[in-house]
């Protein structure tokens, strides 16, 4: 309660502290921190009053939402605020100033924020799965409150997906990166997201309340029962399943038996070649086994396909996720044990806020995964949400730090550099930032990412530019280091010095680089060293080799050397292919029929490109995947004044297989051989290269 004795003390208000007054946001609730500060004359920047006690939070109007109760202590508060579209003005009233000095003036403040949805990025969608006989229900104690049945579910992920997206809102502004959040799929349909929301007739409500809300979709599968999917198998916590992570295809199965990529605007399901969807499921019929407690039915598994990127989760901890907002402080500090004869205990969920935090924190990690990121060596991505709450509420639950240990959970900065560039996560203007497409007449663009040793480095090639180049020493799972690339420039140079440095000396160990570029494309480099070291060989120079495509395995190694009459025009290049490539002819005009130089074998059609004078070959662009797919011929003409102009052949080959990469020389080099492994066909491949 307030001190009354002190002046200043007497009249105290709450602000919100953790953005701007006026500021624009694009998540339909809001994760906010504010201060109970002085109303007379508050300092700047606010420091809060160390006082404890309730604040009233009204959402602005147009939401039609109640007004909801947060706690602070040390006279700090967090809270999830429900925002309507356009301008808010959100009320916030300290609870207790009234009761303590009744003839005060109200201790009422108004805090303004505009809400923006990004209805042009691709959603998240929920999907709840269930067997063909299930019947609807997730593991909790007998009578419980709310009802363990399907439309809690539905309450409780649904205010779990507005949680991750709120959160990782906070996270990526106070990373510099903006208010960026993933949006989640709506619709106008009976909300739940407050506890009044609910139809009462008793308490005047016979209906519903109706708003924009997220979609809980129920997928309820014809194929697969409650027996298949609760096989100890198939479950990710037996020991030594022969089918562990099948739960992951089964889910993909459900979402194809379901229909639910058909509802895409233009799409026909989730093979159709559009955008990939985006969906994180849970399985409804996750259950606690007795009596040894082992879940079944759940797998904690994200990731997918360029077409559906997929994070899947069991409801073994749902029982103590909140159903709605008036929940949420009391389900994040509720310090019961969690009863065992009927719920199951995961990992650090011994108690009910540590299984809500384990619970939705984990599943947050799996779209983590499903955005493209990898464990971290720190945060979300690692195991850190036992610690959830703190995000969440200001209200410690007794014992927590030894419960759940010390400090809170954060998404790691490489996180949010994978999130900053992500189609789901873009800000209106983004595009702007982007380089110019390439000038009429140059070679198609092929996406993807080039690292090149040079001389100067390791020269690096993104169309769109780069964003982060990770560095990883020798014996380290996660990055000892990283590059963070401010300009799109669609070329940079790195050298070994430098990422020695940035990785914080490295030794004279190995490096591998994992590069991102702005579009998403990545590239990875297995052995710096090795990529800029060269040979010199005679009648040729310095000569480079790029780093191959295709597989590492199967057949024999073979080089070709290149003179430099059979690169440059008038000649021509044949592509010998089929459904994949078998070798490429180098052919001199004027020649015998025979080609100067052939590398691989002699088998499929001959496709001829010819090079006029003054033309010569750069690089070739290259469809892979475990072998070489398809090849096309990349021609330059360079010009007087030191540029060029490139041109690109058809694809020869299998022009749907793999998946594309340019191989091109580095401007100031010329091509001067090809390499690789050739068994019937090319298993890899790759150019030799020399400074000009």
């Excluded at 909801?68 to 579209?85: D, E, H, K």
């Excluded at 049945?149 to 779990?160: E, F, N, S, V, Y």
């Excluded at 189609?423 to 203007?429: N, T, V």
């Excluded at 475990?626 to 058809?650: L, M």
């Amino acid at each position: 309660m307030f001190p009354t004795s002190a002046a200043n003390n007497a009249h105290p208000i709450a602000t919100i502290t953790s953005l701007e007054p006026g500021a624009t946001v694009h998540t339909r609730l809001l994760l906010v921190e504010g201060a109970i500060v002085p109303a007379l004359n508050p300092p700047q920047p606010p420091q809060p009053l160390p006082l404890d006690g309730s604040v009233w939070i009204t959402p602005d109007a147009d939401s039609k939402m109640p007004p909801l109760a947060v706690s602070f202590r040390q006279g700090i508060f967090r809270a999830m605020v429900p925002l309507s579209p356009g301008k808010n003005s959100i009320v916030l009233q300290v609870a207790a100033a009234a009761a303590e000095n009744p003839v005060a003036p109200p201790s009422r403040s108004v805090f303004e924020v505009t809400f923006v949805p990004l209805l042009q990025n691709p959603p998240l969608r929920l999907a709840l799965i269930l067997g063909r006989d299930s019947d609807g229900r997730y593991d909790d104690v007998p009578d419980a409150q709310p009802p363990s049945g399907l439309a809690t579910a539905i309450a409780k992920l649904r205010l779990a997906g507005y949680m991750w997206a709120a959160y990782t809102g906070n996270e990526m502004a106070a990373g510099g990166f903006g208010r960026r959040a993933f949006r989640l799929d709506e619709a106008w349909l009976p909300d739940s997201i407050s506890r009044d929301d609910a139809a009462d007739p008793a308490a005047g409500r016979p209906h519903a309340t109706m708003r924009t809300t997220a979609i809980v979709h129920v997928l309820r599968s014809q194929k697969y029962t409650v027996e298949d999917i609760r096989d100890p198998e198939r479950a990710q916590q037996v020991e030594g399943a022969s089918k562990a992570g099948s739960l992951f295809d089964i889910a993909i199965d459900v979402i194809r038996e379901c229909g639910l990529g058909a509802q895409r605007d233009g799409g026909d399901g989730i093979d159709d070649g559009a955008a990939p969807l985006y969906v994180a499921a849970m399985f409804l019929d996750a259950h606690a086994r007795q009596p040894d407690g082992k879940i079944v039915g759940h797998a904690a598994l994200g990731g997918g396909t360029g077409s559906l990127r997929l994070a899947i989760f069991g409801s073994h901890t749902l029982f103590a996720w909140p159903a709605n907002l008036e929940d949420l402080e009391r389900c994040f500090t509720d310090t019961r044990p969690v009863d065992r004869r009927h719920c199951g205990v995961d990992a650090e969920g011994k108690l009910y806020y540590a299984a809500a935090n384990v619970g939705i924190g984990a599943m947050m990690h799996e779209v983590g995964h499903l955005y493209g990121c990898p464990h971290q060596e720190s945060g979300v991505m690692l195991r850190d949400y036992p610690r959830l709450h703190r995000a969440f509420t200001a209200v410690d639950p007794p014992g927590a730090d030894r419960d759940v240990g010390r400090g809170v959970c954060h998404w790691h900065r490489l996180d949010l550099l994978r999130f900053l560039d992500h189609p789901a996560f873009a800000l209106p203007g983004d595009a702007a930032r982007l380089p110019p497409p390439p000038p009429p007449g140059s070679a198609p663009p092929v996406g993807g990412v080039t690292c090149m040793g040079t001389l100067d480095g390791v020269r690096v090639s993104a169309p769109r530019g780069v964003r982060l180049v990770e560095i990883y020493t020798e014996g380290h799972e996660f990055p000892s280091g990283w590059l963070e690339i401010d300009r799109a420039d669609p070329e940079i140079v790195l050298t070994e010095r430098t990422l020695r440095e940035r990785a914080g000396g490295g030794g004279n160990g190995r490096l591998r680089l994992h590069v991102i570029a702005r579009d998403g494309e990545t590239a990875d480099v297995d052995d710096v060293a090795a990529l800029l070291a060269w040979e010199d060989v005679p009648g040729v120079g310095r000569v480079f080799r790029s780093a191959p495509l295709g597989s590492h395995e199967g057949g024999g190694v073979q080089t070709a050397l290149l003179a430099a009459a059979s690169t440059q025009g008038p000649g021509r290049v044949a592509v010998r292919a089929g459904f994949a490539i078998d070798g490429l002819d180098f052919f001199v005009d004027g020649g015998a029929g025979q080609p100067a130089v052939r590398f691989g074998g002699a088998g499929g059609g001959a496709n001829e490109v010819a090079l006029a004078a003054g033309e010569e070959v750069c690089g070739f662009d290259v469809r892979s995947g475990a072998w070489v797919d398809a090849v096309r011929v990349v021609v330059e003409t360079r010009g007087n004044g030191g540029g060029s102009a490139r041109r690109a052949s058809s694809w020869f080959g299998n022009s749907t297989g793999g998946s594309p990469h340019p191989m091109r020389c580095p401007a100031g080099y010329r091509l001067c051989g090809v390499y690789g492994r050739v068994d019937s066909w090319l298993v890899s491949f790759g150019i030799l290269y020399t400074p000009l």
